[in-house]
């Protein structure tokens, strides 16, 4: 709770008393939830990303939200036509946004985990699975 504390005051501080205009949980951890609201300023904004998958719960006084006047909101994702119009994008913009440069590492399928946890382990900034790539 100590290092929650630390990491509420120094938004505050930032932020001149008032904490954040808006704060986006990004986590996925329970505990992560109730400490956002906290740094979120009088009439803020929170956003939950980090929950695709159930973490746990947590406790919390929904008098926070309340006395905060929090706007509270959750997302889940994405649609399919938001991926489509990324896509479309990237491809009719390859100059101003070279993609492919950003990748660092590229892996066939059978080697799914190994792209996973190279990047959970900050080995590689961009990977990708490539369907057909010889698993040598």
Not at 44 to 64: E, I, R
Not at 95 to 122: G, Q
Request: aromatic share 8%; with cysteine.
């Amino acid at each position: 709770m100590r290092e929650a504390n630390t990491r509420i005051e120094a938004v505050r501080q930032l932020t001149g008393g008032h904490g954040a205009d808006a704060v986006l949980e990004c986590v996925g951890l329970p505990g992560a939830v109730t400490e956002g609201m906290e740094m979120c300023r009088d009439g803020g904004k929170y956003l939950v990303l980090g929950h695709y998958c159930d973490a746990g719960t947590v406790a919390f006084n929904p008098q926070v939200i309340t006395r905060k006047q929090l706007q509270v909101f959750g997302s889940w994702s994405s649609e399919p036509r938001h991926l489509d119009a990324a896509l479309e994008f990237l491809q009719a913009n390859p100059k101003v946004f070279p993609f492919a440069e950003t990748v660092t590492h590229r892996f066939p399928l059978e080697r799914a985990h190994e792209a996973l946890m190279a990047t959970a382990n900050w080995l590689s900034a961009k990977s990708v699975i490539v369907p057909g790539l010889s698993p040598a």
